[in-house]
């Protein structure tokens, strides 16, 4: 049970990661293939934060003058996954428009029936 | 074959991650260059929020790299909807127009937001949040005027000017940083200013009102692409 | 002395910009990436002195590493960069002509930030300022090969945009469990703490980075979406990606196997991969009747080829995989850049198409022969000493494995001769429809031109290059000078 509670953050980022991956790998559809690099962006970035997690830690802001530096939790990861999310939303954006693009061209987002490119 | 394949790769990788995660354990880690932000992060940046003085004051850099990302995907999302547009004949989709209490409540917001937007970016080195977050919130007020009010459409110059000079802002800031302040890109050469003001932490408030205008134009102008492709 | 750190900042600065000027004056847009590349190619050559004699390093912010982010200008950063800016400048000439439908001004902005994403990743001294440039590259990359809007286009665009994303989070997970372990981002500093760890903990994270990186430097197995991407780009985009963008990711991998992790153990492995690429992206090469996909996988062929040199790990065969790599950027570009108004010309990609391409174009078809004979390997052009540095510097190592190998790339060499053959037989030696001859536009001539100048000289003077990239050599197998002068 220990086990459990103390790497319950890392199983679930992991989680997320293999989700998303799954989703990539195994759907035809465009977008479901979009929404799983978008789930894999995100148990990414819960595995950032974890990773900087500091045990009753708090945000690292000193708010007012009183604030305390101890147990504050390390801010690098935390800048990390702020641009780490910025370039997921880019990315994101630019799959869209090309699921636009294809769709105007092909009139199907099946992957499987898009395959004009030989190998 | 191929899946047994890829199901003993996956094994593999997770035992890996396993054994590589056993030696970070959850929790407990702080590191060397963390802690240093943490108890120097206020005396050499002059921001009280620390993660603040790391992406606009230490790692400031990346976050001129991030802010690039995103222009990039902006004008990417451009070049693609705009290329097949061309030879595609226009047709005007009517719309239905919006409830009068949505077109009130829309136009009775709008303000609001954008205030509230301004104000997350304009404290970003005080208070949790920052450039990127007020200029999402900016872009989600936009967003809410053409969902709700249907219509109404920004100025694409106007937005994409203020995209311009705010990028331009940035990197001249970067720029006067390297002509005056001891020689590096990016050296904060304003007065930090005291602790827990407004007017603080020399260059990072600039920066940071640079990104939010930033960040809320080229969000617009995606919505705006999109919507358009839309029609 | 001058910044680097202008490298970066002048041409995003433009890129910025191009809007406001755009609003000022619809001609001047098309020269800003040309100004901003010459000024970088000026900088680069202004640099050469200084860093020959000691390496720079530019602390961002004046922020002290490990702290802050810092640049590190080495031999093989300027190396980089320079070549970056050069083969840059000269397509930027071309596509003055070539480019003249659809968003011409999101093209140049494009294009600008492809090369300044590019130029990021080869000088930054920070693994996470590293992926955030790589993004930069590869986001523009994506838009870029969509760029016609044309059905093939989408589809590739598609294609490596799925596969980039997921090599690009693998890395960044490779990245969270570096931070994870060692508490920093900057190379040197990992690099001087990677012996406190257990070697086994950095497998993993070393995987995780090298088959993200792997994705966008094409590396077998991950090299799917290259042909296709290459081949529906715009010519002088498929120039820019087979000459920069891959070369990139080759770099990005070797700096962080040699400087970051450098466990020597790997190396034959990396030899292997190398070798595989360069056969299989050969062979693939020889059974295509598209040229521009001939061209695709000949690049694949080429990484591998150019990995095998880099992984061998001596100065020798590292100088000559530099030198390859040099000798692929221009002479892949001249290839890309005259098969490109051929294209034009004839209105299709089949090979067949191209006879008597030599009568109708004739500088064109000159073109496409000196980059073809140059890539083989043939004197008196720049491929000549790159292969033969490979082959005498492995054969110098006098292993059995190795020596088996260098019979491969021999053989391989021979492949890539045939198909390259095939090519120019169509194009002198076949009659086609007797059609006017009528030449390229004068950019496009001037850039061919260029590139087949500096072809042909570097393969008459390759001491002027050998003498930089051995020192560029030493500066990526040198790993304790690379510690010692960023956290002097």
Known sequence: MSFLQNNIYYIGAFGLIM?????????????????????MDTGINLFLIAIGYLRNGTAPIFSSPEVESILMVDPVPQALVLTAIVIGVAVLALALSLAIRLYKHFGTLDLHKIKELKW | MKSVFSLILLVVLGAGV???????????????????????????????????????????????????????????LGAILAAGRENEEKKKAEWEPASLVLYTGCRFLFPLILLFGAYVFIHGHLTPGGGFQGGAVIASAFLMVYLGCRKKRISRTWARNTESISGLVFVVTGLTGLAVGGHYFLSNFLPEGTLNTLFSAGIIPIIYIAIGLKVGSELTGVIDDLIEESE | MVNPVLLIAV????????????????????????????????????????????????????????????????PLGLLFAGLISLAGLVVSIYSLSYIKNGPVVKYHMLYMLLLTGATGVVLTGDLFNLFVFFEILCISSYALVAYHGDRAGIESSIKYLIQGTVGSGLLLIGIGFIYGIFGTLNMADIAMKIATVEQSTLFVPMILMVAGLGVESAIF???????????????????ILSGIAIEVGLYAVARIVFTVFG?????????????????????????????????????????????????????????????????????KGLLFLSAGYMIYRSGSMEIS????????????????TVGAFSLVGLPPFAGFPGKFLIVSGALLKGEMVI????????????????????????????????????????????????????????????KFLADFLSSASSDLLDKMSYVGSVLK
């Open chain 1, 19 to 39: 989700i998303g991956l799954l989703t990539v790998l195994v759907k035809h559809n465009l977008i479901k293939v979009i929404i799983g690099l978008s789930i």
């Open chain 2, 18 to 76: 396993v054994f590589t995660l056993s030696s970070i354990p959850f929790g407990s880690t702080s590191s060397d260059v963390g802690e240093y932000y943490i108890d120097s992060g206020r005396a050499d940046t002059g921001a009280t929020n620390i993660v603040t003085s790391v992406v606009v004051g230490y790692r400031a850099f990346d976050t001129l790299g991030e802010v690039t990302v995103l222009f990039v995907a902006a004008i990417g």
């Open chain 3, 11 to 74: 041409p995003l600065g433009l890129a910025f910009m191009v809007p406001l000027i755009d609003s000022a004056s619809r001609k001047l847009t098309r020269f800003v990436p040309v100004a901003a590349l010459l000024f970088n190619l000026i900088l680069c050559i202004r640099l050469i002195p200084a860093v020959l004699e000691n390496p720079i390093v530019i602390n961002l912010g004046g922020f002290t590493p490990p702290f802050g982010i810092n640049l590190f200008v080495g």
């Open chain 3, 221 to 239: 197995p991950l090299n799917a979406w290259l042909p296709d991407a290459h081949s529906s780009a715009p010519s002088s985009i498929s120039a």
């Open chain 3, 263 to 331: 466990i020597s153990d790997i190396y034959l492995f990396f030899a292997f991969l190398g070798i595989l690429t360069l056969l299989i992206g050969e062979m693939c090469a020889f059974a295509q009747s598209n040229i521009k996909r001939m061209l695709a996988y000949s690049s694949i062929g080429q990484i591998g080829l150019i990995l095998f040199a880099l992984a061998l790990a001596t100065n020798n065969t590292v100088t000559g995989g530099l030198f390859q790599l040099v000798n692929h950027t221009f002479s």
């Open chain 3, 353 to 368: 198409s191209l006879n008597g391409m030599g009568k109708r174009m004739p500088l064109t078809s000159l073109a496409f």
């Open chain 3, 403 to 462: 020596n088996i190998l260098v019979g491969l790339v021999l053989l391989s060499t021979v492949i890539e001769g045939t198909y390259f053959f095939r090519v120019i037989q169509a194009l002198y030696f076949k009659d086609g429809n007797g059609e006017q001859r009528k030449q390229a536009p004068a950019t496009a001539v001037t850039a061919m031109i260029a590139l087949m100048i500096l072809i042909v000289a570097l393969g008459v003077y390759p």
